[in-house]
Every structure is written in structure tokens, then in C-alpha cells.
């Protein structure tokens, strides 16, 4: 319970800069569906999309959007803002000197980066369902496949954080980690277009496996035959992220 205290300690932060984001929870969806999803789709409409699973780009695009969406919004709160509770404003510290572990920090982050997810996901659901993509009642499943798609990149970057001793790295991760994950992990297109090597690494990637469950959750397509894998997936990895993440900051705060 006392991990709950750290998410409680977020809250009133958010409770600052809550406008901000949810604005852009909406404005976001709206502009890359109706830029890529209707513009680009446009002219796609007209071709075969049997490899889209025959369905629309529109409708291809929405829920890895979804996805990649709250794995950006992940990324970055694992960078900047726990880089300074770390070493710039030292709360982790001051956190410690109460009756808080180190196993509450991690925990209680977690949690309340579950809580932001889950307000961006079904922020982000409403945009789809007034684009009219969802088409299975399953689609709610959607909001929590997408919010454990975005607790997987948190724990990882958590813990590359903690070994960090400034905010250098971090420009490198987003260049050549974030950003190629956005582009190849099956938001924009199926992977199975791609070399066999670029498919094989895109797999092995948790934002893969959950642009599949998503998409599959909201539109029943066949993607929704591997859930198992894609759930199981996602599940394991965001528990030994957070093993690592726990043993890292472990490492960086107790001396």
C-alpha cells in the first residue's frame, strides 16, 4: 500500500498539468487519422487491401496508432521526468528518508503511469469509435492491451534511466529505438512486407505485439488468433522490465 503513496504524490503534480495533456490526448488521434488515415487513405482506397486484412487504411491505422501512442507517451515519462527524481530534484532521496523502499518507487510509478495510460487509451478510443473503426465489441479490450503496451516500454526505460548520469542518451535512444519502432513495428503497414531479418527483429519487439492485439481486439481481425502469444508476450516483459528497473534504481539510490 505504501507504493500507492508515490502514485498518490503524482497525482497532485498532475493535478497541475492535467489540461495539457488531455488536450492533447484528443488533438493528437485527430490529426494523424485524419492527415494519414483519411488523406493517405484516400488513396489507398481504391487498391486491393487484402493485405491489409481487408480492411480500410483508416481502419488499419487507428489501433497502431493506438499503440505506438501510449508507447511515446511512456517513453518519455520514463526519461525526463524520472532523470529528475533521480539526480535534478532529488525526490527519489527525500522519498527514501520516509518509511518508502526502493520497491515502492518502482511499484508506485508503475501504477500511476498505468492510471495516465488508461486516461490517454480511452481518450484515444473515443477518437477512433468517431471515426467509426471499431467494429467488435471487444474494442474496450483494447484500453488495457494498449495501457500494458505502454507499462512495457516504461518499466525497460525506467531502468536504462537509472544507469544514466545525465540526459544525454536519451536523444540517441529515441532516434534509433522509439522512432524505429514507430516506423516498423506494424503501426503503418504489415510487417510481413518487410526482409525477413526486419521481421524477425520487429517481433521480438513489445510494440509489435501490441499494435497485433489491439488491432485484432478492434477489429476482429485474424490478428486475434495469436492474443495468447501477443498477451503473454507483453505480460512477461513488463514483468522482468520491472525486475530490472527495481534492481537498477536499487543500484543508483542505495549505497
Known amino acids: ?42 488513396f489507398i482506397a481504391a487498391q486491393d487491401t487484402t493485405a491489409l486484412g481487408g480492411v480500410g487504411y483508416l481502419q ?13 507517451t511512456a517513453s518519455f515519462e520514463a526519461t525526463f521526468p524520472i532523470m529528475g527524481k533521480i539526480s535534478w530534484r532529488h525526490n527519489y532521496e527525500a522519498m527514501l528518508a520516509a518509511p518508502l523502499s526502493v ?13 495516465r495510460l488508461t486516461t490517454m487509451a480511452l481518450s484515444f478510443m473515443v477518437v477512433l469509435t468517431l471515426f467509426g473503426i471499431p467494429t467488435s465489441p471487444l474494442a474496450v ?15 525497460a526505460i525506467m531502468g536504462f534511466t537509472a544507469t544514466q548520469k545525465n540526459d544525454s542518451g536519451f536523444a540517441a535512444m529515441f532516434r534509433f529505438v522509439i522512432n524505429p519502432l514507430f516506423l516498423f513495428s506494424g503501426t503503418f503497414f504489415p510487417v510481413d512486407r518487410l526482409p525477413d531479418a526486419i521481421e524477425f527483429v520487429a517481433a521480438l519487439t513489445p510494440l509489435y ?9 478492434v477489429l476482429q481481425t485474424p ?14 516483459f513488463t514483468m522482468v522490465a ?9 543500484r543508483r539510490l542505495v549505497k
Not at 498518490?8 to 488536450?23: E, I, P
Not at 488499419?60 to 511515446?72: E, T
Open 1 to 42: 500500500m505504501t507504493a500507492l503513496r508515490v502514485a498518490q504524490r503524482n497525482l497532485w503534480v498532475y493535478r497541475r498539468t492535467w489540461r495539457g495533456s488531455v488536450f492533447g490526448s484528443f488533438l493528437n488521434p485527430l490529426l494523424y487519422l485524419g492527415a494519414l488515415g483519411v488523406g493517405l487513405g484516400s
Open 60 to 72: 488499419f491505422l487507428g489501433p497502431g496508432l493506438l499503440a505506438a501512442a501510449c508507447m511515446q
Open 103 to 115: 520497491r515502492d518507487l518502482v511499484l508506485g510509478e508503475i501504477s500511476w503511469m498505468a492510471v
Open 141 to 155: 479490450l483494447g484500453i488495457p492491451a494498449a495501457v500494458l503496451t505502454g507499462l512495457a516500454f516504461f518499466a
Open 209 to 217: 505485439h501490441g499494435v497485433g492485439l489491439i488491432r485484432g481486439l
Open 223 to 236: 490478428e486475434l488468433a495469436n492474443w495468447p502469444i501477443h498477451l503473454a508476450y507483453l505480460v512477461a
Open 242 to 250: 520491472g525486475w530490472l528497473a527495481y534492481r537498477l534504481l536499487h
